[in-house]
């Protein structure tokens, strides 16, 4: 079965630091990925999506990932970040046939000054 | 725009007293889905609809009923709602190409209804 794991259940940057969120997948076929944010109280927001085409996906608000096939991997980047960063993030794997997502258990970026 | 839209935000009932929730979608997907999610936790599928197709998860408690009258309209009912339910509730959609068929196509999600059971 398809899951995803991400290290690190929170993780702290200074403004203007790079982000490094971390993904590993668990898959016996190519997997899709995604990368979703969630500010508070409120619903997911894709970032961003690989489905095996690229393998460097860019995404919204200066996000990107690489899907790295020999380290199972999908980390989520960011050059520098800004304030208005600060969120749960969570990486998910489709699993199935029916465009079911498994979603990780989040991680919680806080940006400081 | 179109959107995913889900009242009401904020939810509070009563122990046992049943509750519904709702979402409604201008995106014209086939696909819908409900999500429950604790506190700190990832989102947990309770069931999606394809088309009027239910299919519901596993591990769903039979206390989660689902309705879905139209393409437009999805009810999340608790019959008997336990403080262990108070959760935010997310209703996602997408399209899906057909049975059989993996799907890459992104999920949109709604704000979520926090519920609160007293």
């Known amino acids: 079965a398809q899951s995803v794991t991400q290290l690190g259940s929170h993780v702290s940057v200074s403004e203007g630091a790079l982000v490094l969120l971390r993904c590993n997948y668990s898959?016996?076929?190519?997997?899709?990925l995604f990368w979703y944010v969630q500010y508070p109280n409120q619903g997911l927001q894709l970032l961003l999506k690989?489905?095996?085409?690229?393998?460097l996906v860019k995404g919204i608000n200066g996000f990107e990932a690489e899907f790295k096939k020999s380290e199972t991997s999908f980390h989520l980047t960011k050059p520098s970040a800004h304030m208005s960063d600060a969120a749960e993030y969570f990486c998910a794997v489709v699993t199935g046939t029916a465009s079911k997502l498994t979603f990780g258990t989040g991680t919680r970026l806080q940006v400081t000054l | 725009d179109a959107m995913v839209i889900q009242n009401p935000r904020y939810q509070v009932t009563q122990f046992g007293k049943p509750v519904t929730l709702s979402c409604s979608q201008t995106l014209n997907h086939n696909v819908m889905y409900w999500y429950q999610q604790k506190s700190s936790q990832a989102p947990k599928l309770l069931f999606h609809y394809y088309d009027k197709d239910f299919n519901n998860e596993a591990d769903t408690p039979d206390n989660f009923q689902s309705r879905r009258p139209n393409t437009s309209f999805c009810f999340l009912d608790i019959r008997s709602p336990g403080l262990g339910d108070a959760a935010m509730y997310l209703c996602?959609?997408?399209?899906?190409?057909?049975?059989?068929?993996?799907?890459?196509?992104?999920?949109?999600f709604g704000p979520g209804t926090r519920l609160t059971v007293l």
């Open positions: 898959s016996s076929v190519p997997p899709y």
């Open positions: 996602a959609t997408s399209k899906f190409p057909g049975q059989g068929i993996p799907s890459t196509d992104t999920q949109y």
């Open positions: 690989y489905t095996s085409a690229a393998t």
